[in-house]
């Protein structure tokens, strides 16, 4: 592995980041299970220092954790889909549980406009799929599209 440059955009006004900071944010989204001895010398710092860095951004909620990518394809779900959910009247709470209860939806956002809820949902199958969507039915209206591809995979802001 070669050092990690600097970023070229580093964020000023509300941000408490600093340039090395965005330096092992930057090492980390690459790769967060690099190890603090590693994470140092791409950093160009001692291990101490940025076990202490690192510490700081945990504890300023910046670095909420450290995660696993999953090609959800690879283990069985073909169909990804954002699913587009409005709960009708005096609804909104119990679709919100309906939706946290369900392990298939691996992500949902509350949003702004007509549709408060906005989902990511993994299936084996279409029938499958609808099973899900069928469970929704009776509280709320849902709009689904099925994923094709991703443009842009998750990423760092700019910092």
């Given at each position: 592995?070669?050092?990690?440059?600097s970023?070229?955009?580093?964020?000023?006004?509300?941000s408490?980041?600093?340039?090395?900071?965005?330096?092992?944010?930057?090492?980390?989204?690459?790769?967060?299970r690099?190890?603090?001895?590693?994470?140092?010398?791409?950093v160009?710092?001692?291990?101490p220092s940025?076990?202490e860095r690192?510490?700081?951004l945990?504890?300023?909620g910046?670095?909420?954790?450290?995660?696993?990518?999953?090609?959800?394809?690879a283990?069985?779900?073909?169909?990804?889909?954002?699913?587009?959910?409005?709960p009708?009247?005096?609804?909104?709470?119990?679709v919100?549980?309906l939706i946290?209860e369900?392990?298939?939806?691996?992500e949902?956002?509350?949003?702004?406009?007509?549709?408060?809820?906005l989902a990511?949902l993994?299936?084996?199958?279409?029938?499958?799929?609808?099973?899900?969507?069928e469970?929704?039915?009776?509280h709320a209206?849902?709009?689904t599209?099925?994923?094709?591809?991703?443009?842009?995979?998750?990423?760092?802001?700019?910092?």
């Open positions: 592995m070669t050092k990690v440059k970023p070229r955009h580093l964020q000023s006004g509300n408490t980041l600093d340039e090395t900071d965005a330096r092992i944010l930057a090492a980390l989204d690459s790769d967060a690099l190890s603090m001895s590693e994470l140092a010398r791409l160009g710092m001692s291990a940025v076990s690192v510490r700081r945990e504890a300023g910046v670095v909420r954790g450290f995660t696993v990518d999953v090609d959800t394809r283990i069985g779900y073909e169909i990804r889909a954002m699913v587009r959910i409005r009708l009247p005096g609804k909104l709470h119990l919100e549980k946290q369900q392990p298939k939806f691996v949902c956002d509350k949003i702004t406009g007509d549709d408060p809820f990511r993994v299936v084996h199958s279409i029938e499958q799929m609808d099973d899900v969507l469970s929704l039915s009776e209206v849902t709009s599209a099925v994923i094709k591809g991703t443009s842009v995979k998750r990423r760092l802001p700019p910092l």
